[in-house]
């Protein structure tokens, strides 16, 4: 080479100085005259290069690529492939396999086996999840899946565990189930699966192992199951939310009813999976989490090491073809005969109320099969359609369902009148002389209307039943028990069928579920001593009022007329509580709860007089199409514990009421009232506020006597002698009305939590004209961040809680002046959470919408005081799209009250009535951040208001502004101020997350 490369110098200086040719000074050229060939070269070779072999490259090597090796790809290695390195594979590492990593083995991490990446095939625990979705569950192995079933319209999120990076412990899915029994959502588990991902095993348990072990979260009210399958057969068991200890025996062929078989706890199990089942009655919404799960008695290898020996690895594939494990009596047992025994069995051993195997059922004097049936109206349902599964272990009869909105779809769980076990045609039944009515027992899932009906003379007779035990008088039949009219029974016809049944209204879609746990006549023969008293002291004088005049005195009989003198009073003081005979005590309030009517509209109960400790207030019904007609739920708030005492009055000392209630029938309005002692008579001692479903504070400053329209008197402080929950009328139509009183508090700042502000206690001040100067202040103990945020025009300074009024920050100096048209000049705020890198250091924010249940919070500050300038006194909450503080998710806020024509970016999408008072909804435009934005301003001024900020972020996440997904960065309250607004102050704020 040396050689080489001397020549090739002295050519170019030849060249220079001499002109010679370039065949001179070529590669140990072979003399001209040799050269026979004529391919222009001096050489003896036929390419027209200068080197003396045949191919079209110019060095001496005889493959025809450019490099000096002797192989064909284009490197200067020895080995065969295009890459740069002296192995036989296509990669570019020293080892000899075709991946990219430096070890030995055939997969692409960086540890020594195959089996799950990156992890050595360790574990922790007896649950475990690792990448892809791969799971350690005890003595189980194998990866996670999920299935939407095969029913359309199902669905499932996510499709699979392929993206589960092994973090977590806990798989989760959720989807919706169409409207079918076959529909279904399943979180399954292979069994026995080696990570490699090849075909699972099966598992057979040992002696050791008692059952499975399951720990669920529910994040709907669905029902979710375990099921197994072993032998091509599947066995189930429902799980309760939580922690599940599940036995072999409680895994059952059927275990939707107390029939199946069981699993024998011994043959082996192929899959085991969660899973929702779908329903006839509507489609199912469903989100469940797994958190562990495993076979009791399961034992955990903690040798981590990795076994490289082939003993390992069990290569017995051989399938057992054994027919010894099948049962081949495929005979069906053709025995048909029907016991013609009809002889009645005269032992009357049974209970009053005794069920029998297939749904035969002793009740008192009765017996016969229960039934059931959806009626002859399209697309009702009912669950379920017979009897027949019934082992005779049960108590009780249930069944559940839907009706569609029309008077004539009903549900039924009928009861055949003396009818043989045969199962032959139903006879009749008379009463006799000692059988005064019916008792029922009754059991109601859902608020719903319940009914006894007996049918006599091919006439139906109905009376309403309670949740409980009732005793039915034969004249409480009614041929129209929904009315005060209808003829009764007469306590002497024969009777051929009794049923409980749900009626249908046009008014919506009914859901009802209910179980009969007794019916029988009162006064039948085999009961020796009931103890039942048959003095039912029922008016029997059945003439019809025949004043048809309506009344139009809407006033409340607050007169309860129950005596509840029958043991020790209740405490006083206490949360809200209900006890005997519908007594309430809730803090500061108490009295006797009682339903009332105007004109012809109905309520179910008349009053509460047969109400237990703890019971619910409940009422259903009708009011009638005219606007005077209506029902109330009311509760005296001053009256002793006693035998009919006095109705006393009280002042209310707080800023509003908290109220929860459950409206089952969501298209009929609710109000809220409150009322002084001559409210019943005096419309201008009677102030009400709109009421929505669930929980809410209403403000006493947002009660008007025409609350329909705030076109009357606000509440300003008159003593108060009742609060009630009412169903107004409307021409437009009758109005079907079913809900229940959960909870109705004074508020003393906004929740139950909460202090009253007169005893706040803060810590921290200080003076700043900071641009963003800011101090940390604690409000009983809860750190909370004043800042000046001079953030368009820096001038302006804050005095931070000064004695003696104990005011959270006085705006002491403002000089912007900035256009309405444009934005603020500054924000003087209080915040509580994270905003960017500015927090309150105690806040439980930020936090997922979708994980809040509650956001209580309450501001009062001076803006209605006519303090000079152009501001509005107003909330600002920010959602980030994570937990970091960015807000640039979404803006939500609710303005109090706003001076000298300023209004919120976008434009007015119309008012809409949001924690007792109404707001104008604004919207269309983005925040400062660039995110979707939504305002609420109120449409008359306040100064002083406690509410559940949820209500307002539910409200956003049904306009499409904020996503349950997002994150609740923070909640403040300030002033927006374009000009002027010294003098301005905060005196108390609050936020309470839940």
Same mark, same amino acid.
């Given at each position: 080479?040396i ?6 110098v002295f050519c170019l200086?030849?060249?220079?100085l001499l002109a010679?040719s370039a065949?001179?000074?070529g590669?140990d050229?072979a003399p ?9 070269d001096t050489d ?6 200068s080197?003396s072999?045949?191919d079209?490259d110019?060095?001496?090597?005889s493959?025809?690529?450019?490099d000096?090796d002797s ?5 200067s290695d ?15 590492d020293?080892?000899?396999d ?11 991490d960086?540890?020594?086996d &195959?089996?799950v990446?990156?992890d050595?095939?360790a574990?922790?625990?007896l649950w475990d999840v690792?990448?892809?979705g791969?799971v350690y569950?005890g003595d ?11 029913v ?10 392929s993206a ?8 989760c899915?959720?989807g919706?189930?169409a ?6 959502g ?7 699966q080696?990570?490699s991902?090849t075909?699972?095993q ?5 002696a050791?192992?008692t059952g499975?072990?399951v720990?669920?979260?529910?994040n709907q009210?669905?029902t979710?199951r375990l099921?197994i399958t072993s032998?091509?057969?599947d066995?189930?068991v429902?799980l309760?939310?939580?922690a599940n ?7 059952r062929t059927a275990c939707w009813?107390?029939t199946?078989?069981a699993y024998n706890g011994?043959a082996a199990i192929?899959q085991?999976?969660v899973?929702v089942?779908?329903d006839?009655a ?7 989490c797994?958190?562990e799960?495993?076979?009791?008695g ?8 990795v076994?490289t020996g ?7 594939t051989?399938?057992?073809t ?7 009596d495929t005979?069906?047992?053709t ?5 013609t ?6 032992d009357t051993?049974h209970?009053?109320?005794?069920i029998m195997?297939?749904g035969y059922?002793?009740?008192g004097d ?6 059931t049936?959806p009626?002859?109206?399209?697309g009702?349902t009912i ?6 599964h019934?082992?005779?272990a ?10 569609v909105d029309?008077?004539?779809?009903v549900?039924?769980?009928?009861f055949?009148i003396?009818?043989?076990e045969?199962g032959?045609t139903?006879?009749s039944?008379t009463?006799?002389?000692?059988h005064?009515?019916?008792y029922v027992?009754l059991t109601k899932?859902l608020?719903?209307?319940v009914r006894?009906?007996?049918?006599s ?5 109905c ?6 035990a009732?005793t039915?008088a ?5 041929t129209?028990?929904?009315g005060t009219?209808?003829?009764a029974y007469?306590?002497t016809?024969?009777?051929?069928q009794?049923?409980v049944?749900?009626p249908?209204d046009?008014?919506g ?5 209910f ?15 009931t103890g039942?008293d048959t003095?039912t002291?029922v008016?029997?004088d059945t003439?019809i009022? +025949? ?6 005195d ?5 007169d309860t007329?129950i005596?509840?003198d ?6 006083l003081g206490?949360p809200y ?5 519908g007594?309430v005590?809730?803090n ?5 709860s009682w339903v009332a009517?105007s ?6 109960p008349e009053?509460?007089s047969?109400i237990t ?8 019904g009708?009011v009638m199409n &005219?606007?005077d007609?209506?029902?109330?739920l009311?509760i ?8 009919e005492t ?7 000392t707080?800023?509003?009421i ?6 089952y029938v969501?298209? &009929?309005?609710l109000?809220?009232?409150i009322q002084?002692?001559d409210?019943?008579?005096?419309a ?6 709109p009421l929505a479903n ?6 006493f400053?947002s009660?008007n006597t025409?609350?329909w329209d705030?076109g009357g008197n ?7 002698s009742?609060?009630?929950i009412?169903v ?6 009758n109005r079907?009305f ?6 109705l508090?004074?508020m ?6 909460? +202090?009253d &502000?007169?005893t706040?206690?803060?810590?921290g001040?200080?003076?700043?004209c900071d ?8 409000r009983n103990s809860?750190?909370?961040l004043?800042m000046n ?5 820096n001038?302006q ?5 000064q004695?003696?009024?104990?005011t959270?920050f006085?705006?002491?100096?403002q000089?912007g002046n900035t256009s ?6 500054t924000y003087?705020?209080i915040?509580y ?5 500015d927090?309150s250091?105690?806040?439980?924010l ?9 956001v209580y919070?309450?501001?009062d500050?001076?803006a ?8 509005n006194?107003?909330y600002?909450?920010w959602?980030?799209t994570t937990n970091d503080g960015n807000v640039?998710?979404a803006y939500?806020m609710v303005?109090y009250?706003?001076?000298n ?9 119309g008012v809409?009535n ?14 400062p951040s660039g995110?979707?934005y939504?305002?609420?301003?109120a449409?008359?001024p306040?100064?002083d208001f406690d509410?559940?900020l949820?209500?307002?972020?539910n409200?956003a ?6 996503e ?7 909640v403040?309250?300030?002033f927006e ?8 102050a ?7 997350v839940?």
């Amino acid at each position: 080479m040396i050689h080489q490369a001397l020549r090739l110098v002295f050519c170019l200086m030849a060249g220079l100085l001499l002109a010679l040719s370039a065949a001179s000074c070529g590669t140990d050229p072979a003399p001209v005259f040799g050269d026979t060939d004529t391919d222009g070269d001096t050489d003896s070779d036929t390419d027209s290069d200068s080197d003396s072999d045949s191919d079209a490259d110019s060095d001496a090597d005889s493959d025809s690529d450019a490099d000096t090796d002797s192989d064909t790809d284009s490197d200067s290695d020895t080995d065969s492939d295009t890459d740069t390195d002296t192995d036989t594979d296509t990669d570019t590492d020293t080892d000899t396999d075709t991946d990219t990593d430096t070890d030995t083995d055939t997969d692409t991490d960086t540890d020594t086996d &195959t089996g799950v990446p990156g992890d050595n095939g360790a574990r922790d625990g007896l649950w475990d999840v690792k990448q892809g979705g791969y799971v350690y569950a005890g003595d189980w192995q194998g990866y996670a899946w999920t299935s939407p079933g095969q029913v359309a319209g199902s669905t499932i999120n996510p499709d699979d565990y392929s993206a589960v990076d092994g973090w977590t412990d806990q798989l989760c899915v959720n989807g919706q189930l169409a409207a079918d029994y076959d529909a279904v959502g399943i979180l399954g588990f292979n069994i026995n699966q080696p990570a490699s991902g090849t075909a699972t095993q099966s598992w057979t348990p040992t002696a050791a192992h008692t059952g499975v072990y399951v720990n669920i979260t529910k994040n709907q009210p669905t029902t979710v199951r375990l099921q197994i399958t072993s032998g091509g057969q599947d066995y189930c068991v429902a799980l309760n939310n939580g922690a599940n200890t599940i036995t072999w025996s409680q895994l059952r062929t059927a275990c939707w009813g107390a029939t199946g078989t069981a699993y024998n706890g011994t043959a082996a199990i192929t899959q085991a999976l969660v899973m929702v089942p779908g329903d006839v009655a509507g489609t199912i919404n469903y989100s469940f989490c797994v958190n562990e799960m495993y076979p009791i008695g399961s034992t955990v290898d903690t040798d981590t090491t990795v076994d490289t020996g082939s003993d390992t690895t069990d290569t017995d594939t051989t399938v057992d073809t054994g027919s010894d494990t099948a049962d081949t009596d495929t005979g069906v047992d053709t025995d048909t005969g029907v016991d013609t025994d009809t002889t009645v069995d005269t032992d009357t051993d049974h209970l009053f109320f005794d069920i029998m195997a297939g749904g035969y059922v002793y009740a008192g004097d009765w017996h016969g099969f229960a039934w059931t049936s959806p009626g002859e109206v399209d697309g009702t349902t009912i669950t379920p359609e017979d009897f027949s599964h019934l082992t005779g272990a049960e108590t009780q009869l249930c069944v559940s369902g839907q009706l569609v909105d029309n008077y004539d779809s009903v549900g039924i769980l009928g009861f055949n009148i003396n009818q043989p076990e045969s199962g032959t045609t139903p006879q009749s039944w008379t009463p006799t002389a000692s059988h005064t009515g019916i008792y029922v027992n009754l059991t109601k899932t859902l608020n719903t209307t319940v009914r006894l009906q007996i049918t006599s003379g091919g006439q139906d007779y109905c009376a309403t039943l309670a949740a409980g035990a009732n005793t039915i008088a034969w004249s409480q039949l009614k041929t129209e028990c929904w009315g005060t009219t209808g003829t009764a029974y007469n306590g002497t016809a024969a009777i051929t069928q009794a049923m409980v049944m749900v009626p249908g209204d046009e008014a919506g879609l009914i859901n009802y579920s209910f179980c009969v746990n007794e019916i029988y006549p009162i006064g039948s023969a085999i009961d020796t001593d009931t103890g039942i008293d048959t003095d039912t002291g029922v008016d029997t004088d059945t003439g019809i009022d +025949t004043d048809t005049g309506i009344d139009t005195d809407t006033g409340i009989d607050t007169d309860t007329g129950i005596d509840t003198d029958t043991g020790t009073p209740p405490e006083l003081g206490t949360p809200y509580t209900v006890h005997d005979g519908g007594y309430v005590v809730t803090n500061d309030w108490n009295g006797f709860s009682w339903v009332a009517t105007s004109g012809t509209s109905t309520a179910t109960p008349e009053d509460f007089s047969g109400i237990t400790a703890g019971d619910a207030l409940c009422i259903e019904g009708m009011v009638m199409n &005219t606007y005077d007609d209506n029902a109330m739920l009311g509760i005296n708030l001053a009256q002793a514990w006693g035998s009919e005492t006095a109705i006393g009055t009280v002042v209310p000392t707080g800023t509003g009421i908290y109220v929860d209630v459950s409206n089952y029938v969501g298209t &009929t309005p609710l109000r809220i009232q409150i009322q002084s002692p001559d409210g019943a008579t005096n419309a201008n001692h009677r102030w009400c506020a709109p009421l929505a479903n669930g929980a809410q504070i209403i403000s006493f400053d947002s009660f008007n006597t025409e609350c329909w329209d705030n076109g009357g008197n606000w509440y300003n402080g008159e003593e108060l002698s009742a609060a009630l929950i009412m169903v107004p009328g409307d021409i437009e139509g009758n109005r079907a009305f079913d809900f229940c009183l959960e909870e109705l508090t004074e508020m003393d700042g906004g929740s139950d939590t909460d +202090t009253d &502000t007169s005893t706040v206690t803060l810590q921290g001040s200080g003076y700043t004209c900071d641009q963003y100067g800011s101090f940390h202040v604690a409000r009983n103990s809860v750190d909370y961040l004043v800042m000046n945020n001079a953030w368009n025009v820096n001038d302006q300074c804050i005095r931070v809680n000064q004695a003696p009024d104990y005011t959270f920050f006085t705006v002491a100096s403002q000089g912007g002046n900035t256009s309405t048209w444009g934005a603020p000049a500054t924000y003087p705020e209080i915040v509580y959470g994270r905003k960017y890198n500015d927090y309150s250091n105690s806040a439980e924010l930020p936090a997922r919408v979708d994980s809040l249940s509650h956001v209580y919070t309450g501001w009062d500050s001076n803006a209605a005081s006519g303090v000079s300038g152009t501001y509005n006194a107003a909330y600002d909450v920010w959602f980030s799209t994570t937990n970091d503080g960015n807000v640039n998710a979404a803006y939500l806020m609710v303005w109090y009250q706003h001076h000298n024509d300023v209004y919120p970016i976008g434009s007015s999408q119309g008012v809409v009535n949001l924690a007792g008072r109404n707001w104008d909804v604004w919207s269309g435009g983005n925040g400062p951040s660039g995110a979707p934005y939504i305002a609420y301003v109120a449409t008359s001024p306040i100064e002083d208001f406690d509410f559940d900020l949820m209500t307002f972020i539910n409200d956003a996440v049904s306009r499409d502004v904020v996503e349950a997904t997002d994150y609740l960065s923070n909640v403040q309250v300030g002033f927006e101020i374009w000009s002027g607004g010294a003098g301005l102050a905060t005196y108390d704020f609050y936020v309470d997350v839940q």
